[in-house]
């Protein structure tokens, strides 16, 4: 029995390009929803926690990598809440996270000591894992559609 495969160049070309997928725009949407959501969740007192909440998205030669961050100095302490109230307050369980909180309450003074507070800290409030969480099966999706899309075009294109 003989078998004879034509055209297999073609198929190569084709493969080769699904080599070089784009997945950037896709990124972009899916961090999007993500920073939208955690904007969304975010408690607000002043709008800084909110306005702090920012996306990025880069791209290199080996791989596409989205981020939503904060660098405000106390987002993680509303994400994961604080000292005696905050403990056991944090709803998730997140792979290699392990918190640890202070038992005791402390004393804080946010004038530079003209007044003087006592704090047995907050509970968690969180915002930032739960948009992605939230978000999860649509980001899945979007990814596939977006894969379906581009060996359509490849297949297409080639």
Same mark, same amino acid.
């Given at each position: 029995?003989?078998? @004879?495969?034509?055209?297999?160049?073609?198929?190569?070309?084709?493969?080769? %390009?699904?080599? !070089? *997928?784009?997945?950037?725009? #896709?990124?972009?949407?899916?961090?999007?929803?993500?920073?939208?959501?955690?904007?969304?969740?975010?408690?607000?007192?002043?709008?800084?926690?909110?306005?702090?909440?920012?996306?990025?998205?880069?791209?290199?030669?080996?791989?596409?990598?989205?981020?939503?961050?904060?660098?405000?100095?106390?987002?993680?302490?509303?994400?994961?809440? @604080?000292?005696?109230?905050?403990?056991?307050?944090?709803?998730?369980?997140? %792979?290699?996270? !392990? *918190?640890?909180?202070?038992? #005791?309450?402390?004393?804080?003074?946010?004038?530079?000591?003209?007044?003087?507070?006592?704090?047995?800290?907050?509970?968690?409030?969180?915002?930032?894992?739960?948009?992605?969480?939230?978000?999860?099966?649509?980001?899945?999706?979007?990814?596939?559609?977006?894969?379906?899309?581009?060996?359509?075009?490849?297949?297409?294109?080639?």
């Amino acid at each position: 029995m003989a078998v @004879t495969i034509k055209n297999t160049d073609r198929l190569i070309k084709k493969l080769d %390009k699904l080599g !070089n *997928l784009n997945v950037e725009e #896709t990124m972009k949407k899916a961090v999007s929803l993500v920073e939208a959501q955690a904007k969304l969740l975010a408690p607000s007192e002043t709008g800084a926690l909110k306005n702090s909440i920012h996306m990025s998205v880069e791209k290199n030669n080996k791989s596409t990598k989205g981020r939503v961050y904060t660098s405000l100095e106390y987002a993680p302490y509303v994400e994961f809440g @604080t000292g005696i109230k905050g403990s056991g307050s944090y709803p998730y369980k997140v %792979k290699g996270l !392990n *918190l640890s909180y202070r038992n #005791t309450p402390w004393v804080y003074t946010p004038d530079g000591g003209e007044t003087f507070y006592v704090t047995r800290g907050q509970k968690a409030q969180p915002f930032m894992y739960p948009a992605l969480k939230n978000n999860e099966r649509r980001i899945k999706q979007m990814f596939k559609d977006s894969l379906k899309e581009n060996v359509r075009s490849s297949i297409k294109g080639g």
